[in-house]
């Protein structure tokens, strides 16, 4: 009979890793390698963390706080990770926007966010500056994984397959038509990936960073829509409850969804693009 080894977290007291702050829920990784801020975004995605973002006075004065200890030297700055796009500032793991720290004059023409150690305010700064920074995770989503055994094959999962709450992600590395990729999910019993959480669709496209070993393209999931005036749906049947639209989409006519790997966010496809692709099953 095949086994199946499914990985369940579970919670313990203090979920944060090693020497990290927790915050709000939220695990804060203080590093102490004096780099661009682009590097430093690069540096946490590799490490399946996001770049911190600052969400209230409170957790702008308890990082600024932290950082004092963490770091052995006073930096006066430490990268954040907020900077200014061609739709204004952003921060690096697209959380809201709807608190603003700014320094006095600040922010200028320079594009990258600093926060300052000594008051706990933000300023812009040139992208050669070199400083410290922080990257951020969330407590369920890094915790210990124990192995369970179970001996019934369900809902299409396989032996290798991601497990994120009920549902199991299969990773194509083959760019296909969408119709090939949808074939290659029945063929195991799936469908293109399914998310019921944000939380879900971040952590995909951070694995699948290292599946596809590309930050520059974007994967197939199972939300489409029969016309373009029809609401979109997965391939399930169910509703769309999540929606984690790029700026500008869904485009046009443009019926069928895929999702950016460097940013998490969802844009619309023609039928004859070809892309990487998930699948997903149900446990």
């Known amino acids: 009979m095949k086994f199946l080894l499914i990985f369940l977290s579970f919670s313990i007291c203090q979920a944060c890793l090693d020497n990290d702050v927790e915050i709000n829920g ?37 990082i600024g706080e932290a950082a004092l200890q963490k770091f052995s030297v006073d930096p006066n700055y430490f990268w954040i990770g907020l900077r200014n796009t061609s739709i204004g500032f952003e921060w690096d793991d697209y959380a809201p926007l709807d608190y603003f720290n700014w320094a006095p004059n600040f922010p200028d023409s320079f594009p990258y966010v ?13 992208g050669e500056e ?19 055994t179970i001996t019934k094959k369900s809902g299409g999962c396989l032996e290798n397959d991601l497990i994120l709450g009920n549902r199991c992600y299969y990773f194509n590395r083959d760019q296909l038509l969408r119709s090939e990729a949808e074939k290659i999910c029945e063929n195991q019993g799936k469908t293109l990936a399914i998310f019921d959480t944000l939380s879900q669709i971040a952590h995909i496209s951070s694995y699948a960073q290292s599946q596809f070993g590309t930050t520059y393209t974007s994967f197939w999931i199972g939300l489409l829509r ?3 005036t029809s609401p979109f749906y997965w391939q399930d049947g169910t509703s769309a409850v999540v929606t984690n639209w790029s700026p500008g989409y869904p485009y046009g006519g443009q019926l069928y969804v895929g999702q950016d790997i460097a940013n998490t966010k969802w844009r619309t496809f023609n039928l004859d693009d070809v892309l990487f692709s998930v699948c997903s099953g149900v446990l």
């Open 26 to 62: 939220r695990c804060f990784r203080f590093i102490e390698d004096y780099v661009s801020w682009t590097n430093a975004s690069e540096r946490c995605w590799s490490q399946d963390l996001y770049f911190a973002s600052v969400r209230s006075n409170y957790e702008a004065r308890m």
């Open 130 to 148: 070199v400083l410290p920074y922080v990257c951020e995770y969330f407590e369920a989503t890094t915790v210990a994984y124990p192995q369970t």
């Open 226 to 228: 029969s016309s373009s």
């Open 114 to 126: 600093a926060s300052s150690t000594y008051n706990y305010k933000w300023v812009t700064t040139p």
